[in-house]
């Protein structure tokens, strides 16, 4: 099917409700629709499609709104029962690189979103926040979500703020969901190679090479990006009364950045490639915490469950289907897409098309 970028006919299974997901074709969308899907849920996708349409030109049964998540209005969300919020700016790079629309993206459209919801008599939005709040507190503790973060950084402060106008929106009706998500890792159809586990399955098969900065002896809290899928479906699923307006840390297990290295290394190595763990200098700052992820497992029984080790073979499995192994692309670093495409508009301004 030729891609149009326009809304697809609608094509309803009614024995579940309506789910707009924004920011569907990101990483982490493109494993939840179809989880979603399978679950007999309707789907909405509004995304402007800044990595193009990927998983999404083979699932003709959603229907697509061709729109940046700024510009989301009330009729997005005709007929919708629940939101999952996905959109925006995702690490650090990308929010130092333009933090103007890191702040619009990530807090000031969160907010239109929860007005828009409360318009409209959604009540659900299920929010990707990220752990990265608790950056800067240390690793001396496991954190949880009674801890006062002090966020450093465009990007993670801008995901708190945004869960602070979810919760004032929380006292006039809105159920907002709050997840806030370890490191990422696992392969995706929309992938990324510019986190920490994914890097280093990227570096072992390109390389041979995993660079350990500081040694690698820093905490990371990790999970895997279908045990996250899961949690977001979990939280539009759950009774009102255990989650609305309730903050989630949605982590697997937390690991030291060697360890992680050692695995996917290992890992590698069994299948006749060599392997080198190098030391290099630590960037300033340098991200080391850890997280508990009991407080959703005692709430709703949900409990992140693939490991280091799973993520790390199913990677191995799946990779090669991607541009025949040309894991540097740019499309699968967001700091280097948005330069890339930053650096072509300029050049593009005053022309119609490409060519």
């Not at 006292?171 to 370890?182: W, Y």
């Not at 660079?211 to 939280?235: K, M, S, Y």
């Not at 006749?272 to 340098?286: F, K, Y």
């Not at 915490?289 to 497992?297: I, K, L, Q």
Request: charged letters at 25%; one cysteine or more; proline letters at 5%.
């Amino acid at each position: 099917m030729a891609w149009d970028g326009r809304h697809r006919e609608r094509v309803f299974n009614m024995s579940k409700g309506l789910v707009l997901v924004t920011g569907g074709a990101g990483y982490i969308g493109s494993v939840l629709l179809p989880k979603l899907v399978e679950r007999g849920y309707n789907v909405r996708v509004l995304d402007r499609f800044f990595w193009g349409p990927g998983i999404l030109a083979n699932l003709p049964q959603m229907e697509l709104i061709t729109r940046d998540v700024r510009d989301v209005t009330c009729e997005d969300l005709e007929g919708v029962t629940a939101v999952i919020h996905l959109a925006g700016l995702s690490n650090d790079p990308t929010a130092e690189f333009n933090p103007e629309a890191n702040w619009e993206m990530n807090t000031l459209a969160t907010a239109r979103l929860a007005e828009a919801c409360l318009q409209r008599g959604v009540l659900r939005l299920v929010f990707g926040s990220s752990c990265s709040v608790y950056d800067g507190l240390g690793s001396e503790e496991v954190l949880d979500e009674s801890v006062a973060v002090k966020p450093r950084g465009p990007y993670a402060q801008s995901k708190y703020c945004a869960e602070q106008r979810l919760l004032e929106a929380a006292e006039r009706g809105l159920e907002p969901v709050i997840l806030r998500q370890a490191t990422v890792c696992g392969f995706s159809p929309r992938m990324r190679f510019d986190l920490v586990l994914n890097t280093f399955v990227k570096d072992a098969l390109m390389k041979g090479r995993l660079f350990l900065h500081g040694g690698g002896w820093q905490w990371r809290p990790l999970v895997d990006v279908n045990d996250l899928a899961e949690a977001h479906i979990r939280c539009i699923e759950a009774p009102s009364e255990l989650v609305a307006g309730q903050v989630f840390n949605v982590v697997q297990a937390n690991h030291r950045v060697r360890e992680l290295a050692m695995m996917v290394a290992g890992s590698v190595q069994l299948s006749g490639r060599p392997v080198d763990l190098v030391e290099v200098e630590a960037p300033r700052p340098t991200r080391d915490y850890r997280c508990s992820g009991r407080r959703m497992e005692e709430r709703i029984g949900f409990r992140c469950e693939r490991t280091p080790s799973v993520t790390i073979a199913d990677m191995l499995a799946n990779v090669g289907e991607l541009d025949g192994g040309n894991f540097e692309h740019p499309r699968y670093h967001n700091i280097r897409w948005m330069e890339l495409l930053t650096e072509v508009h300029e050049y593009l301004k005053p022309y119609p098309s490409v060519f």
